[in-house]
């Protein structure tokens, strides 16, 4: 049988869906009978099967950071060599530098999460001071799901992993979770605003559709 997480709501039918994970999703009525959502699941095995098969070549794989490998800085990859001294993880315009007496994948969140704070305030800062759009605390995280979020005390929450993608992308982001400060939904006129604050959105989100596995894979 195929595995599956189920989630059951106040709806009256059966949906699926597959993950970025290529795990599947059966969305169920409260009371439905694990029979007929197992027959359902059954009946739509080649569909299922289909779609994990799709979603799991777009995944790239697990990181193993050996020397030569390239990864991510503002939209571009550099490669990886090792080093014998010296900070967990550094960069210096050419390849990252990396003292390989650390463990890669925590060198590579502390170096991230460092720059992109350096990088994402002054922006923060400098679209909101222009705007008018005073937010109260913000936090930097790594999200698997969400790139920010805006509070509905106006509390920010930005994933430090967008360090790996182009400045437009950052700024696009941040822009998005100041507008929400003034307008809490996604209606037109929140798009009015964040239209005036960042030109690139449209290509933001083709960025972010395309390339955002790879911000979630070190």
């Excluded at 070549?57 to 697990?62: E, L, W």
């Excluded at 307008?183 to 959105?201: P, V």
Aim: with cysteine; hydrophobic share 35%.
């Amino acid at each position: 049988m195929q595995s599956y997480q189920l989630i059951r709501s106040k709806r009256k039918t059966l949906s699926l869906q597959i993950d970025k994970n290529a795990q599947l999703l059966v969305r169920a009525p409260m009371r439905l009978s694990v029979k007929k959502i197992e027959d359902f699941v059954n009946e739509k095995q080649k569909w299922i099967q289909e779609k994990q098969a799709e979603i799991t070549s777009k995944i790239p794989p697990k990181q193993n950071y050996e020397n030569g490998n390239k990864y991510l800085f503002l939209g571009k990859s550099y490669p990886l060599q090792y080093v014998e001294s010296g900070d967990p993880l550094a960069f210096n315009g050419q390849s990252f530098q990396f003292n390989h007496q650390y463990d890669g994948y925590n060198a590579f969140h502390w170096f991230y999460k460092k720059e992109f704070i350096e990088t994402a305030v002054p922006i923060l800062n400098q679209l909101a001071e222009k705007y008018t759009l005073n937010y109260q605390k913000v936090r930097f995280k790594a999200q698997k799901t969400r790139w920010g979020s805006c509070s509905a005390s106006n509390n920010i929450n930005l994933n430090y992993l967008l360090i790996m993608a182009p400045i437009s992308v950052i700024e696009a982001v941040i822009a998005h979770e100041l507008a929400h400060i003034k307008h809490k939904n996604h209606s037109k006129d929140f798009y009015q605003l964040l239209d005036s604050m960042i030109s690139t959105r449209k290509q933001t989100d083709i960025w972010l559709k395309d390339n955002g596995q790879q911000l979630h894979n070190l």
